[in-house]
């Protein structure tokens, strides 16, 4: 049996899941950060290695799909509405929060959330961040008004959660808007 073996973009580490592919870069779980599989990946398949806690329990616990592929989790930010803004924007569903202030804007938010997650799937980040606050989380249980964002290298998605359910929204970061700035005609 060859030492590392990578079958459906998992990497296998004497035949223990050890990680799996994500375009041109390993994530790994540090349990298995050793010069051998190290070296593989890097030196024979030309591979950028990230090291990443919980990656062997994520992929142990079945996040693979109907066709073997690993789910790749995306990281996750809490956003909530600063304390300063205006109260009659908090804890209000979304056509009403639209309809009073406008589209959510990023100014009037600040991230109280910013990690890996066990999941992508955005009821159970609402279980999680009512019930199990993972550590470094410093809001107030998701509600009415906040905004998960989902996101990777490939880019990210913002939902304002809503009376009920989630509501996928267009949401920029201040440091995006920051750039666009306007341009004079001479």
């Known amino acids: 049996m060859?030492?590392?073996?990578?079958?459906?973009?998992?990497?296998?580490?004497?035949g223990n899941t050890a990680g799996y592919l994500s375009g041109?870069?390993?994530v790994v779980d540090p349990m298995f950060q050793i010069d051998e599989l190290?070296?593989?990946l890097t030196e024979k398949r030309g591979l950028e290695v990230e090291w990443r806690y919980g990656?062997?329990?994520?992929?142990?616990t079945g996040a693979i799909d109907q066709e073997g592929k690993v789910v790749l989790l995306k990281r996750?930010?809490?956003w909530q509405l600063a304390p300063e803004v205006d109260v009659m924007m908090k804890f209000i569903g979304y056509d009403a929060f639209k309809s009073h202030f406008g589209e959510p804007d990023s100014a009037s938010y600040q991230v109280?959330?910013?990690?890996?997650v066990e999941t992508n799937d955005l009821?159970?980040?609402y279980t999680k961040f009512n019930i199990d606050h993972p550590p470094g989380y410093q809001g107030h249980s998701l509600s009415m008004s906040d905004v998960l964002e989902l996101y990777d290298e490939n880019g990210c998605a913002f939902y304002y959660?809503?009376?009920c359910g989630f509501k996928e929204i267009s949401f920029q970061e201040p440091q995006q808007e920051q750039g666009q700035e306007p341009q004079m005609n001479l």
């Not at 990578?6 to 004497?14: C, E, F, G």
């Not at 990656?55 to 142990?60: E, I, K, N, Q, V």
């Open 2 to 14: 060859e030492a590392v073996q990578i079958r459906n973009n998992r990497i296998l580490y004497y």
């Open 24 to 26: 041109e870069k390993a």
């Open 38 to 40: 190290k070296s593989y």
């Open 55 to 60: 990656t062997f329990d994520h992929l142990a």
């Open 76 to 78: 996750c930010r809490v």
């Open 112 to 116: 109280v959330y910013d990690g890996e």
């Open 123 to 125: 009821e159970a980040l």
């Open 161 to 163: 959660c809503d009376t």
